[in-house]
């Protein structure tokens, strides 16, 4: 046996430590070393933008700007960068390139939330020239969600020169200009341009030299602004547009000979500005004369300028780079993969070949060296379990995925139309016809418009709306614009060629039909509804678009798939190692287990196996057997005896009391411990229930109870006892759990009161959490016994809960439970002092907590917070007039303030006194008599 065992660790060990290097390889690299097309020239994929180096290399955005790639000027490529992912020094959405002097690269990242919807983190990698990673220069990362991060940052305009990395940050107050050290890499602010909302108004910046920015506006104009001096506008379409028709400016381009090259959306151009004028150089016309197609519907978005001043943009296929004027210089639609790019990108598939035969070579390996071709147990086990193991995994996390995703796009789909349909109902069409000029974008009709959209979407602030973005098009002689975006990207005419493809879902919306669709385009992958909006005499004047990012469910799909993967082949290692381990251990044990199958028999042990396996476990089956005909009913029995018991006694009660099961509680059996007790009880609640039958009373208590006791146990509470209406809980772990669990079961009752308003049946609720030791233990006699709290604590809690009606507070909790919490500055809460319960000699310090109110209740209680606390503090203080006085200012502002009343009234009873004898003892609590 030792000579096997040494044969297996000379031998298989090996190929096992080879088997798992090359494993970790593969799935390092799988995003760059599958490639499915098995060719050696590579079609651009919706490109994006494109720029040139000073050696003439081009690097080019596409696949939806999850892929970068830079190739020689014959098309060449030298490398490719994959993005879409996450992981820390790769990239997600490439929104911007620029080249070195060296062939280096920079590259602006933006990173998306899990949805693909907000920009959670931008950063600038730089590459190096053979597309090495070479560090990340610098990173914002955004905690906030704002409709200006939807889909895009504040960083613009990056160039580099041999010294510094530059670069515009735009935000809704300013824009600045910063520039780095490509050798210490170290930041420097240059200047800074206050701009009110600069990140909805500026459609492009660019670089004005050094003297300051020179932008394009949303609203029809190009200006130019000095870091020290006033803005000043060099041009406006608004006022040419009785010459030269409709002119959008967009991207802008500033050279340094001072010429200034813009994108005109409207004429479907790139321009350049001179004399308050344009000259096309570049668009279908320049291209169909050339011999080169090109459709008049064609829209360039974005270019560059090389250094000799020629422009470099793309289409939908292709890159373009013409000249200075005009004339083509180049074209790259397909791209070549050199053997040794083939080398990186293919070489998965051998690899993958590799570990398949090694994996094979390793069963094989054990088989001979340890059993010497004997056909054992643990063979037998190793060659059904394993395999039908790992394929019923697959099979199955295949099914449940197919049928996941299945229902998520048809429910997808109908969330979309559904959508669209009803917030296009919404949008005031009159208001849409009004607004006609560029110099009408953001005014007031705008303004109108926007808000009723992002507040149909509560701002992108719940679960089911923050992936979920918005589009306003409107239709201008067959032509397709976009109006308004929800992120603030676009302006009033912005064209779309959407509007004449085949079946297209726009003019399906445009005639009055709510349509849906799922595409990839040059942004990214979408799944959005379309939908008619009227004005008021019933004629469609806007397309409204509402939908999300499939991009990044379908990468998450694509990783749940791979860690099923991952999963398949850990278990299938892990059951082949702890298989080949037991049944070894039981090949050495089975004389000593087959003495004791006599004692099996009578049922001292629970299992039951059946084998026809005809090898040496099989001479234990017929004992294991007849001991699990003895146990089977019993265990059945003891376990529904058990579940039962659960809804009567607590798990947690008897975890704390160290007792297994409610069979081992005695009487006496107590523990201490410092818990936080909170209590909850229904306002007023005797008079509704004078309102109901008594069945009527039952199923409303339990369908309240209902909604209460899920949101204790997520926040690791338990039930102690209901009392009638009221329900006392206790979360052994901190405060927070407890006041977590108020604040959900405040909003949830609110939600509930929906419905009861039906019935009217409407109710509030009254919460006191309180933080101490309490006792529990087990109480009663030998016939009757009962799980229970006890401790000073729990009826101060209890008080607590009773002081809301007073207060007129939603949620109080103790200073103790208070001090408690991990971070109290989080919630929105006022001190109200100290009290003095009946029963109680001690003032305690209480607080109100104001999350679980309504906005309106929240924010009035929250204005006089500053003022009414200061009142109190100087009550404290024995200044009783200077606080009555307070306390008046206080009603002044807010006549209904019940906690002002209460201290007024405690004032005034002072004030009244003709000695001073109130002064001894004094606590400054307010005292309450009653429970």
């Keep these: 046996m030792l000579s096997t065992v040494a044969k297996f660790s000379t031998r298989s060990l090996i190929l096992i430590f080879i088997l798992i290097g090359l494993g970790y390889i593969l799935i390092q690299s799988r995003d760059t070393s599958f490639y499915r097309s098995w060719t050696t020239r590579l079609d651009l994929s919706y490109p994006q933008y494109a720029i040139t180096d000073s050696l003439g290399d081009y690097y080019v955005i596409d696949n939806s700007q999850r892929r970068v790639l830079k190739t020689r000027s014959s098309g060449e490529v030298v490398y490719l960068l994959e993005g879409g992912s996450r992981e820390v020094g790769k990239f997600y959405y490439a929104a911007e390139i620029v080249a070195g002097k060296e062939g280096d690269l920079y590259l602006l990242n933006y990173v998306l939330d899990k949805y693909g919807m907000f920009v959670v983190k931008e950063e600038v990698i730089h590459y190096t020239a053979n597309g090495q990673l070479d560090r990340i220069v610098f990173q914002k990362e955004y905690d906030k969600k704002e409709s200006t991060h939807i889909q895009r940052g504040e960083i613009f305009a990056l160039k580099v020169d041999e010294n510094f990395l530059y670069w515009l940050n735009v935000n809704g107050q300013a824009v600045a200009g910063y520039r780095m050290s490509t050798q210490s890499w170290k930041k420097e602010l240059i200047g800074t341009i206050p701009l009110p909302e600069a990140n909805i108004f500026i459609s492009d910046v660019d670089w004005w030299q050094t003297q300051g920015i020179i932008y394009s506006s949303k609203q029809g104009r190009i200006i130019t602004a000095h870091w020290q001096g006033p803005q000043h506008t060099v041009f406006d379409a608004n006022l040419i547009e009785a010459k030269l028709g409709l002119v959008v400016p967009w991207e802008i381009n500033y050279t340094q000979n001072g010429d200034i090259y813009f994108i005109d959306l409207a004429g479907l151009r790139i321009v350049k500005l001179e004399q308050n004028s344009v000259v096309t150089l570049l668009d279908y016309h320049v291209l169909n004369s050339q011999g080169i197609d090109s459709t008049d519907s064609m829209v360039y978005y974005r270019f560059s300028i090389d250094s000799q001043g020629g422009i470099v943009t793309t289409d939908d296929y292709k890159v373009i780079h013409v000249d200075q004027h005009g004339k083509v210089f180049n074209l790259i639609q397909t791209v070549d993969l050199p053997l040794k790019v083939l080398f990186i990108y293919y070489s998965g598939w051998p690899g993958l070949l590799i570990f398949i035969i090694l994996s094979i070579l390793l069963l094989w390996q054990i088989y001979t060296d340890v059993f010497n071709l004997r056909l054992s147990i643990i063979l037998k086990q190793i060659l059904v379990i394993a395999p039908i193991m790992a394929i019923s995994i697959y099979l199955i996390s295949n099914v449940v995925i197919g049928q996941f995703l299945q229902y998520y796009s048809e429910k997808s789909v109908n969330k979309m139309a559904s959508l669209a349909q009803t917030i296009a109902m919404i949008v005031d069409g009159n208001l849409i016809k009004s607004i006609t000029s560029q110099s009408d974008y953001m005014n007031e009709n ?21 992936s979920v973005y918005f589009v306003l098009y409107r239709v201008i002689n067959e032509k397709l614009y976009g109006f308004m975006y929800i992120e603030d990207k676009i302006g009033i005419y912005h064209p779309f060629t959407w ?23 040059i942004t990214g992958d979408w799944l959005y509804g379309v939908a008619p909006v009227y004005d008021s005499e019933g004629k469609v004047v806007a397309i409204l678009e509402i939908g999300s990012d499939q991009y990044s469910i379908t990468q998450n799909i694509r990783d749940l798939q791979f860690k099923v993967i991952k999963m398949i082949i850990a278990s299938t290692f892990i059951v082949v190692i702890a298989l080949s381990f037991m049944t070894f251990m039981v090949l050495q044990s089975i004389r000593k287990l087959r003495n004791g199958v006599n004692k099996i028999s009578q049922g001292e042990w629970n299992i039951s196996v059946n084998l026809s396996s005809n090898d040496e476990i099989s001479d234990l089956s017929l004992g294991f057997n007849k001991m699990s005909q003895h146990i089977y009913s019993y265990m059945n029995q003891v376990e529904l005896l058990n579940k039962s018991y659960r809804r009567f006694v607590p798990e947690e009660f008897l975890r704390y009391l160290d007792r297994p099961s409610v069979l081992d509680v005695e009487l006496g059996d107590q523990v201490q411990k410092e818990m936080t007790i909170m209590f909850a009880d229904i306002r007023s609640f005797t008079t509704l229930s004078e309102q109901m039958t008594p069945k009527e009373n039952f199923d409303f ?11 204790i146990r997520k926040h ?3 039930i102690d006892k209901y009392i009638g209406d009221a329900i006392m809980a206790l979360f052994p772990h901190n405060a927070d759990d407890a006041l977590a669990t108020a604040i959900d079961i405040e909003l949830s009752i609110k939600k509930f009161n929906i419905k009861c308003l039906k019935k009217d049946r409407s109710f509030i609720i009254g919460i006191g959490i309180h933080t101490g030791l309490l006792m529990l233990g087990i109480i009663g006699e030998k016939e009757r016994m009962e799980g229970t709290v006890i401790s000073d604590s729990v009826n101060f809690a209890s008080r607590l809960e009773s002081l809301t009606k007073y207060y007129n507070a939603s949620i109080i909790i103790s200073e103790i439970t208070y001090q408690c919490l991990q971070n109290p500055e989080k919630y929105s809460s006022r001190y109200l002092g100290r009290v003095m319960v009946k029963g109680k000699q001690q003032a305690v310090g209480i607080y109100e ?74 606590t400054g609590a307010i005292k309450f008599k009653m429970k």
Aim: negative net charge; proline residues 2%; aromatic residues 10%.
């Design 499 to 521: 509007f004449s493809e085949e079946d297209s879902v726009y003019r399906k919306a445009y005639e009055g039909q709510v349509s849906t669709e799922q595409v990839t385009d």
């Design 849 to 922: 907590i104001l999350d679980g109110e309504i906005d309106s209740v929240r924010e009035q209680k929250m204005r006089t917070k500053e003022i009414l606390e200061q009142g109190i503090r100087i009550y404290e203080s024995q200044d009783i007039i200077e606080a009555n006085r307070i306390f008046e200012q206080v009603l002044f502002h807010s006549p209904q303030e019940p906690v002002a009343k209460l201290y007024r009234i405690a004032c005034n009873e002072i004030l009244k006194e003709e000695d001073e004898r109130w002064k001894e003892n004094w």
């Design 446 to 466: 705008y303004r109108k418009i926007r808000k009723s959209l992002h507040d149909a979407l509560n701002n992108n602030q719940d679960r089911w709306n923050e």
């Design 701 to 711: 208590l339990n369908s309240y109870l209902s909604v209460v006791g899920p949101h």
């Design 716 to 718: 690791h509470g338990f």
